[in-house]
């Protein structure tokens, strides 16, 4: 069962490639074929299999020789690791089927924010809609909704009071996260990425790796905070509110 988890996340992981690729050019995700980027040659359905065809050709485009990104495997594998960790989490529900689709956009979001410092509105627009629909669906609306404020909100204000920092994309990615989470994990998840994006941003200064100005996006610490508020939230806020005697 966990092998066929795995061998579909690496084909999602491969669709994830394409979109990481296509989607901020505004390319078609259909056609054409996959070619290498460098020399042109169509590649081959043999030469496009997930993880075995990077390995079989060393890493290499058949054609040209030329080196293929390590990004395609570790986006593969990191698809696959996320799909396991989905379903040792809910296990065979359709929480797991939610659970996958919103990894699987959250990788996709966070190679595309770190490759062009943009969050496409077309995962996060339709994304918010389908975690309100997905709510309403599981008698969740009302905190789906209330999470779509509070995770646009929050952006929204940061925007206004400190312009140049935060963008539009992460505010989109706030409420998506929210419609999906509800706002209570939503807290948790923002509250994680602070913590991350925040150590990240103080080693990084530090070490002198990164100046004052030089811009970090937030979008991959949004998303890793939403990916851990989505495997381990529930039982973070219910133990946090049990302390408070609620
Ligand atoms: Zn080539």
């Known amino acids: 069962m966990i092998g066929i988890f795995v061998v579909v996340g690496l084909v999602i992981g491969s ?3 394409v979109v990481i690729a296509r989607l901020p050019e505004r390319r078609s995700l259909w ?3 996959s070619a290498c980027p460098a020399c042109g040659a169509a590649i081959a359905w043999y030469d496009n299999i997930p993880m075995l065809s990077f390995l079989a050709l060393r890493g290499r485009c058949r ?3 030329v080196a293929i990104s390590w990004r395609y495997p ?3 594998l990191l698809t696959a690791a996320a ?3 989905a379903w040792l989490a809910f296990g065979p529900t359709g929480r797991f089927v939610v659970a996958s689709a919103l990894l699987a956009a959250l990788i996709a979001i966070t190679v595309i924010d770190l490759e062009h410092q943009i969050i496409p509105d077309v ?3 339709p994304g918010i809609v389908a975690g309100v629909l997905i709510g309403m669906g599981t008698g969740t609306w009302l905190d789906s909704l ?3 404020l509070v995770g646009g909100g929050v952006f929204f204000v940061i925007i206004l009071v400190q312009p140049g920092g935060m963008g539009g994309g992460d505010m989109k990615l706030g409420g998506m996260l929210g419609a ?3 706002w209570k994990v939503l807290l948790f998840s923002l509250f994680v990425a602070v913590t991350l994006g925040g150590a990240l941003a103080i080693a990084l200064l530090a070490t002198g790796l990164r100046g004052r100005k030089d811009p970090i996006p937030f979008g991959p610490f949004l998303a890793l905070g939403g990916a851990t508020g989505l495997l381990w939230g529930e039982g973070v806020v219910t133990w946090y509110l049990r302390g408070f005697g609620a």
Do not use: Q, S, W, Y
Request: aromatic residues 12%; contains cysteine.
């Open 123 to 125: 995962i996060t627009l």
């Open 63 to 65: 054609a040209c020789d």
């Open 15 to 17: 669709f994830l490639n």
């Open 83 to 85: 799909f396991l960790g």
């Open 180 to 182: 999906f989470l509800g």
């Open 146 to 148: 209330i999470g779509v």
């Open 74 to 76: 570790a986006v593969e």
């Open 31 to 33: 056609r054409p074929g």
